[in-house]
């Protein structure tokens, strides 16, 4: 037995899957449109303008430096060699005998030449060696008490240096007499006490070294 639905019975449509089947369809069309663009791309013409013929075109020219002139090269004069002098001889005078006329006038004497005048040697101011003082003034040295007491005897020898006035610059001992209070006494007269002749050189006085012995005894 059929039964017949009444009009209100009639199936009611889904939202949710009409939105499916919807969805569905948008993503297969945009698959087709991927799939179709490369075609209408090649097939599309290029609507670029194309670029205008060029009326005339302008080459830059890079300014070129001048090339520096060639040096000329200046003629070689060539110098005369300079002529050398002649050598001139000096006319040598001439000795005429003297004539005398039954003895009315003398002969004059014939003169020499008068050569150049010596040349004086240059002057030396070092100091004499070994040279031979004279005393001026000499007083004997005081005879030194220790000496006395010791009973010590003996003779000093000493290298002095006279200035040019005499006075003694430098005294130094060359033999010892054997004991120290005798030297020392006897450098010490002749440093304060005495005086020499200056000894000469050309008619100069100069400094001079020489030996000078000093003799202690007590007899």
Do not use: C, N
């Not at 200056?198 to 003799?215: F, K, N, S, T």
Request: proline share 16%.
């Amino acid at each position: 037995m059929v039964r017949t639905l009444p009009s209100q019975a009639q199936t009611r449509l889904d939202p949710s899957r009409i939105l499916a089947t919807s969805f569905a369809l948008a993503v297969h069309a945009l698959a087709l449109l991927v799939l179709l663009l490369p075609l209408t791309q090649a097939s599309l013409p290029d609507l670029r303008p194309e670029p205008a013929p060029e009326r005339w075109k302008v080459e830059r020219v890079l300014p070129v430096a001048p090339l520096p002139p060639k040096p000329v090269e200046q003629p070689r004069t060539q110098v005369p060699p300079r002529p050398q002098p002649a050598a001139v001889q000096t006319p040598q005078p001439l000795r005429m005998p003297a004539v005398v006329d039954h003895g009315s006038l003398p002969a004059d004497p014939a003169t020499d030449a008068i050569g150049p005048p010596d040349i004086a040697p240059a002057w030396d101011p070092s100091p004499l060696q070994g040279a031979e003082l004279r005393y001026a003034v000499a007083p004997p040295p005081p005879y030194p008490r220790e000496a006395l007491r010791a009973g010590a005897e003996g003779t000093v020898l000493l290298r002095v240096l006279v200035d040019t006035d005499g006075r003694p610059l430098e005294v130094s001992i060359e033999r010892s007499s054997g004991h120290r209070s005798l030297d020392r006494e006897a450098v010490r007269q002749v440093q304060r006490s005495w005086t020499f002749e200056p000894a000469m050189r050309d008619g100069r006085a100069v400094q001079a070294w020489g030996l000078v012995p000093i003799g202690f005894s007590l007899q």
